[in-house]
């Protein structure tokens, strides 16, 4: 009985084991279900953080076959992750060197080989299945399981075009002007040493000052000058050497470094380059630039005092030519203002035609009638910043049309005041809109205030405007002799008017 008892006893024990061996194979079965099910989670967690991340993933397998690209992948790569799937990574992520003639080490085969993590060069480009082109910064790294064992790789890149051009714009700009694209005064300034060397002499340097570009920006605008300025520099690139240093070293200054190259060298490219500038034009102001240049052609020789005697030869030249820069740049604005406006041709040489008898009539010296005949030749010089339908406009005039119209005084004041040779005509030009009452313009000068060639030029303009210029109120010579008449003392100075008549009476 006993026995059976214990016999009892053990199969209880036995079952009751069985029974915590059944509910402990239940719970580690739950838990490993709980695990695998926390792992697909974390899995899942971690392929959505992939995906929508804004840089771009692409993974590959051992094989170098794409197993996955994400959203900013696809845009990049212009692959969507349905036919980039199962194809090799090249076709996929094209890659190259900003520079076509050099390579780049590629990120992934560098993994593959290596078993360690990589980046890709800075000069890296991607080239898009559209053809477009982005910089990239970007690293790769093996992919482990979890015995440790590389299974494949992902490269994590980003588009940094933006940045790349930025950065390449700020160097740019560190040694280039803006405006012209030439070198800048500090890079000049670095070469210079750099080629003053023994092997590269002869080194001859060319200094250049452009003409007219404040009297372009004075009456054209900052805009107009700007074109100048490009347009000398489209020149220099054109006449000088590949390996030629040219720089704008201020405003309307500029040096040309040019190693081994002798001084008729230098002075035949000084010829070619005056050449082609006095070809082009802005507006009315034709292209030209004072230039001198010197040669470095012994060792011993201070490089600085070579640049500054091409600088003094600069100047020199400048002062020489001085009188024919005038000349052509007042001739260049009187012929384009008269090819606008063939009336206004002919009215330069009437008014300038009767002020020269008005001037005999008072008996003015013979120097200030040449200066009267000139002046009043020149008096609507500053029309030549008016619209050409503006210039034979004489009725009818809006206030904005008005007050364009009211500058030109001003503008040929600018004009003339430029220059040495004209400078004593620009107070006459400037005031011979003014009125003997003193409600003329622009500065509402008073009686004698007014310079006396100027109101000789007032009623003269007055006059040859009443009986030749097509408008509807032309009058005969007879009515424009009364209406002078009329408005002596008021708009005209009497004396003047008094000589006026007898002349165009006689």
Known sequence: MHGKNMLISALFILIILLLLAIVLLFKNAREKREVVKKLEVEKNKFLQTLISIGDGVIVVDLDGKVTMLNKAGERLTGWTIEEAKGRHYKEVLVLSHENQNLSINDPIERVLK???????????????????????????????????ITIGVVLVFRDVTEKIEQQKKIEYLSYHDYLTGLYNRTFFNAELKRLDTERNLPISIIVGDMDGLKLTNDIYGHAAGDQLLQKIAEVFKKVCRADDIIARVGGDEFTILLPKTKEEEAKAIISRIKNEFSKEKVNAIRGSISMGCATKSSPDVDIIQTLNNAEHNMYSAKTLERKKVTSTTIGTIIETLHANSPIQAEHSKNVSRICERIGREINLPKGEIKRLREAAFLHDIGK?????????????????????????????????????????????????????????????????????????????????????????????????????????????DPEIVDAFVKVVQS
């Open 114 to 148: 290596t078993d360690t993590v990589q980046e890709l060069d800075k000069e890296a480009v991607l080239t898009s299945r559209d053809g477009k082109k982005y910089y990239l910064e970007d690293s790769a790294a093996p992919i482990k399981n979890d015995k440790n």
């Open 384 to 492: 030549i910043v008016l619209d050409e339908n503006l210039i034979d406009k004489f009725e009818n005039l809006t206030d904005n049309e008005q007050k364009a119209i009211e500058q030109h005084p001003i503008i040929g004041y600018r004009i003339l005041n430029f220059f040495d040779g004209t400078v004593d005509l620009a107070e006459i030009i400037l005031a011979h809109h003014e009125r003997w009452d003193g409600t003329g313009y622009p500065k509402g000068l008073k009686g004698e205030e007014i310079p006396k060639l100027a109101r000789i030029i007032k009623v003269a303009d007055k006059y040859d405007a009443m009986i030749n210029k097509p408008n509807s109120y032309i009058v005969s010579k007879e009515q424009a002799i009364e209406e002078i008449k009329r408005q002596a003392g008021s708009k005209y």
